[in-house]
């Protein structure tokens, strides 16, 4: 594993009991640790012809942003209900109890746009696999998605049904 991923902080029972969570901000806070996370997210899409970054709230617009200067594109934020001020497309998706929404400003990609979707960790897959959607409801084109942290154990790859690739810069 690269030496960035020595930083990645493991917080037992956060946010809830049996949740094993990533901690990415270690890894945010040292210049050279994040500049390695970012160039890893980014390497799989240096030579792609690419429009724009998605990201998806909050982590992801971290990373996502970095990412977009990091491949001279625009950043576009995928947000969590009511918080974008202009006309916005939301898509209702399935977590593992109850319901979530995600929102995207309606004008915020042109129609065939290419983007990568971006997140910080996949975990069952729901979110970043809504995001994909959302984008695609508005008409642009999904190349691929990346995260920093994939949770392997969990399985999400296994069913992850989108043709665009799905990068992991560490697998876990
Ligand atoms: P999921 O939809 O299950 O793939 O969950 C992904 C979202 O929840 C991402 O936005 C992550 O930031 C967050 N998340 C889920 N599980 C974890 C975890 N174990 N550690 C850190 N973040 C997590």
Known sequence: MPAWTDLLRDIADFPKPGILFKDITPV??????????????????????????????????????????????????????????????????????????????????????????????????????AAVQLVEQQGAIVIGTGVLVELGFLAARATWDHAAPLHAAAIY
């Open 28 to 129: 945010l806070a040292d210049a050279n640790g994040f500049a390695h996370a970012v160039a890893a997210m980014a390497a799989p899409w240096r030579d792609a012809s690419l429009d724009a970054v998605v990201g998806v709230e909050a982590r992801g617009f971290i990373l996502g942003a970095a990412l977009a200067r990091e491949l001279g594109v625009g950043f576009v934020p995928v947000r969590k209900p009511g918080k974008l001020p202009a006309h916005t497309l939301s898509l209702d998706y399935g977590l593992e109890y109850g319901r979530d929404r995600l929102e995207i400003h309606a004008d915020a990609l042109p129609t065939g746009a290419r983007v990568i979707v971006i997140d910080d960790v996949l975990a069952t897959g729901g979110t970043l696999k």
